[in-house]
Structure formats: structure tokens, C-alpha cells
């Protein structure tokens, strides 16, 4: 079974740091471009970042550009978000899902249910 | 950017009937050299995560029923649930993967009248 937990969100005060994980099973991570998308309470998806099937590449959002990292470690199958600075406006549900891989497009398929992070003082 | 807008905002339709949702990029996401558009659709219901409908435009991912189509071109996109039933109530989202940074059109509510 195609499987995605995201794990490590918790409440947080503004300027904090967080490192979130995203462990997958039942399919070859390794081939996989992977996504974090988030959803701030009661509003729509917003793209955070990307990172290629090996780690080499990797995208951000404007809005989170300088102040969140995305790594990956394939041998383990885990997805990663380092994020710094953090801001009432980064809170959110944070969903790891796949982006593509040599035969298929960047859309976002499968997802994990998600984790929530809420920075607040 | 690519700006993805969605009409309606919210939408309320009698089981059974047609229910239509459009999705319009600011710049076309037709990758010309394979012909494909890189438009998607989710849907997504309360508590729990988004679930991919359609990809490339038009291609129903595997076990989503056949109510479900999606068409268009270029810069203008549609959702088509042919005929309403009572699990389909969620809100809708398109999301175009032709460039970063990806994005989403804003979501269509849609509900039963």
C-alpha cells in the first residue's frame, strides 16, 4: 500500500524553528520528485516547495524562500522541511505528497493526511 | 506567476443534475512539444487531504468514476461531474504543474441544492 506520514508538527513560537519529516512506503521514493504543500485553517492549498528525485534540485516558494529547507534521504525514504523564522502566517496543515517521477508530470499524487503546525505566542 | 482563477466560488446542485466548475490560467500550461496541458484536479473533503481527479487536463486517474471529466486547453479548463451524487460533496481544486512556483486556483465549494 502507497503510504505517506507526516510527522513532527507542534505549536511553536513566532521566530522558532521546526523540522518536519515525511516517511513513505509502498512505492520507489527514490524515483519520486517530492512535494510539501500547505493549507492554511479554512483556506485553500498553497505549493511550498519541491525537491527532485535525488536531491540535487530544489524549489521554493516566495514566501518561504531563505527560510525553509527541503531535503530528502533515500535510502531511508524520508522527506524533510527545515523551517526557520517561523510566523503566524506559516500556520498550517502540512501535506508531503509525490511530484512526478521519468514517465509521469508534477502533479501531486499520492498525499500524506498531513500535520499541523501552529506557531503562536 | 501563473495565477490560477476558479468560477464559481461556491456552487449548489440537485443530485443527479450537471455540475460544471471552470478554472482559467493567467498563461497558457500547454507544454507544446508533447501536447499536453499541465492542468490537474482535486478534490478535497472536510479532514482529510486532497485526492487527485484528473491530470494532464482530461485523464481520469484510475478508480475515480467516470462522472468525473475534465476538458479544455490552453488557459481555460472545466470540471464536469455529470451527475451529482451525495459523496461529491467537497471543494474542488485545479492546479497548474507547467512551472514553479505551482499553483492552485482558490477552491469551489460544492454543495447539494
Known amino acids: 500500500e502507497v503510504q505517506l506520514v507526516e510527522s513532527g508538527g507542534v505549536l511553536v513560537q513566532p521566530g522558532g524553528s521546526l523540522r518536519l519529516s515525511c516517511a513513505a512506503s509502498?512505492?520507489?521514493?527514490?524515483?519520486?520528485?517530492m512535494s510539501w504543500v500547505r493549507q492554511a485553517p479554512g483556506k485553500g492549498l498553497e505549493w511550498v516547495s519541491t525537491?527532485?528525485?535525488?536531491?540535487?534540485?530544489?524549489y521554493y516558494a516566495d514566501s518561504v524562500k531563505g527560510r525553509f529547507t527541503m531535503s530528502r534521504d533515500n535510502p531511508k525514504s524520508t522527506l524533510y522541511l527545515q523551517m526557520n523564522s517561523l510566523r503566524a502566517e506559516d500556520t498550517a496543515v502540512y501535506y508531503c505528497?509525490?511530484?512526478?517521477?521519468?514517465?509521469?508530470?508534477?502533479?501531486?499524487?499520492?498525499w500524506g493526511q498531513g500535520t499541523l503546525v501552529t506557531v503562536s505566542s | 506567476d501563473i495565477v490560477m482563477t476558479q468560477s464559481p466560488d461556491s456552487l449548489a446542485v440537485s443530485l443527479g443534475e450537471r455540475a460544471t466548475i471552470n478554472c482559467k490560467s493567467s498563461?497558457?500550461?500547454?507544454?507544446?512539444?508533447?501536447?499536453?496541458?499541465?492542468l490537474a484536479w482535486y478534490q478535497q473533503k472536510p479532514g482529510q487531504p486532497p485526492k487527485l481527479l484528473i491530470h494532464?487536463?482530461?485523464t481520469r486517474e484510475s478508480g475515480v468514476p467516470d462522472r468525473f471529466s475534465g476538458s479544455g486547453s490552453g488557459t481555460d479548463f472545466t470540471l464536469t461531474i455529470s451527475s451529482l451524487q451525495a459523496e461529491d460533496v467537497a471543494v474542488y481544486y485545479c492546479?497548474?504543474?507547467?512551472?514553479?512556483?505551482?499553483?492552485f486556483g482558490q477552491g469551489t465549494k460544492l454543495a447539494i441544492k
Open positions: 505528497a509525490g511530484t512526478g517521477t521519468y514517465n509521469r508530470g508534477d502533479w501531486f499524487d499520492p
Open positions: 494532464s487536463a482530461s
Open positions: 525537491i527532485s528525485h535525488s536531491g540535487g534540485s530544489t
Open positions: 492546479q497548474q504543474y507547467y512551472t514553479t512556483p505551482y499553483s
Open positions: 498563461q497558457s500550461v500547454l507544454y507544446t512539444s508533447n501536447n499536453k496541458n499541465y
Open positions: 509502498g512505492f520507489t521514493f527514490s524515483s519520486f520528485a
